[in-house]
């Protein structure tokens, strides 16, 4: 029904919404008004929190955008159905949003986290890293978490006052911080190293967990490469077609019986996680950020029986589809294709672009310039410079 002429019109403004965080958020959340603010003071926008206004920054940045040309697990041209970098890092955002909102924590700070999470990765996914960190291995190494603290930091030109995008320290530090089983760096930035992350922090990297696991396994059963008579051998996906098949899910097409599974595997990992999570706050008496900070025990994370059926999972995963023969010859073409493109532009940096090449003339380290501007390449990209520098037959 529209409003009538005459209608008060009530805006939110930034400080009714902190109010709203405080008195909302459990106590134990990251409030925006309490964040250690910014690198470069800027003024507060009238309407959007500190960390809603990341959010924003990161959305529109070149880096976000190339997400979608990255590859997860399949590279880009392998079909268009299979998840990229891009879609894997909303799909985190769906979840940990959803886990904060349960918990009454920031859901504007997960937001951003899980959005920058994998701002750094560069392309063809833990292979390019992979390339990436054995090329710079005498150089200051490489990992995509620094790269994407580099990426909001230094390299994104977006404002005339200051390099980078001049996120707050939260956010900045829960990139810095991203752990998952398969992200372990051992590079660090002095953000508070000897502190452990926010809950926020700590949402956004379970929630890659549950994104990549689950969503990667759909994608393994859609290409063929992982079967469900293999699968079936899991006690945790047992459940969950049981679950399924309980509500009528076996009259159900084959394809909508798989994404109902995946999706009750999800529920179920998120359900768990939640109360394991409420469980260990209390067990460790958590009632403040600092308390959160001062806790050497990971806070959120899943139960003891839930941690046993995942397990099976992520091997399987690892053994049969992560290191399938297709998986694996792309990896190494793709590892190929970055050490060829590195080694020339390091011994021939003319043929790097003028943009590129002026921050070597001004002092920058070589090895680190050609770093950035490789770990900024999408797949594609990537196929092409390759051609381009190596096939005598394709115009430059």
């Known amino acids: 029904m529209p409003l009538s002429s005459d209608a008060a019109v009530t805006l939110l403004t930034r400080e009714e919404l902190e109010e709203r965080e405080e008195r909302w958020l459990a106590p134990y959340a990251m409030k925006s008004r309490r964040s250690r603010g910014r690198q470069h003071p800027e003024p507060e926008d009238p309407y959007r929190t500190a960390y809603r206004r990341d959010r924003d920054r990161v959305i529109h940045t070149t880096a976000f955008r190339r997400l979608e040309y990255k590859t997860q697990v399949f590279v880009n041209h392998e079909g268009d159905h299979y998840r990229t970098r891009l879609t894997h890092t909303l799909e985190v955002a769906q979840i940990g949003v959803s886990i904060a909102r349960i918990l009454r924590l920031n859901e504007d700070l997960v937001d951003v986290v899980c959005l920058a999470h994998d701002i750094g990765h560069p392309p063809f996914g833990h292979a390019g890293e992979d390339a990436l960190r054995e090329l710079l291995a005498d150089h200051g190494g490489f990992d995509h978490n620094i790269q994407g603290l580099r990426i909001v930091d230094l390299i994104e030109a977006r404002y005339p006052n200051f390099q980078g995008l001049n996120l707050t320290w939260e956010v900045r530090e829960s990139i810095n911080k991203h752990r998952t089983p398969y992200d372990q760096p051992d590079m660090q930035i002095a953000l508070d190293p000897e502190l452990s992350p926010l809950l926020e922090s700590q949402i956004a990297d379970v929630a890659d967990e549950i994104a990549y696991d689950n969503h990667d396994l759909d994608d393994g059963l859609a290409a063929g490469i992982l079967k469900e008579d293999t699968l079936a051998e899991l006690a945790i996906w047992r459940q969950a077609r049981e679950a399924v098949d309980a509500q009528g899910g076996g009259r159900l097409d084959s394809e909508i019986r798989r994404y109902q599974t995946i999706r009750a595997l999800i529920n179920r990992q998120v359900t768990d996680l939640i109360r394991a999570t409420c469980e260990r706050l209390k067990h460790h008496r958590i009632d403040s950020v600092e308390g959160v900070r001062a806790c050497r025990a990971r806070l959120v994370s899943f139960s003891e029986e839930m941690a046993r059926l995942r ?86």
């Open 311 to 396: 397990s099976p999972l992520k091997k399987l995963l690892w053994e049969e589809f992560y290191h399938h023969y297709r998986v694996a010859r792309m990896a190494d073409k793709a590892k190929r294709f970055i050490g060829d493109i590195f080694q020339l532009y390091v011994k021939k940096p003319e043929q790097l672009p003028p943009t590129t090449r002026s921050r070597i003339k001004r002092g920058e380290d070589l090895y680190r310039v050609v770093c950035d501007y490789i770990a900024g390449m999408t797949d594609r990209y990537c196929e092409q410079e390759h051609k381009k520098l190596f096939d005598p037959f394709e115009r430059v």
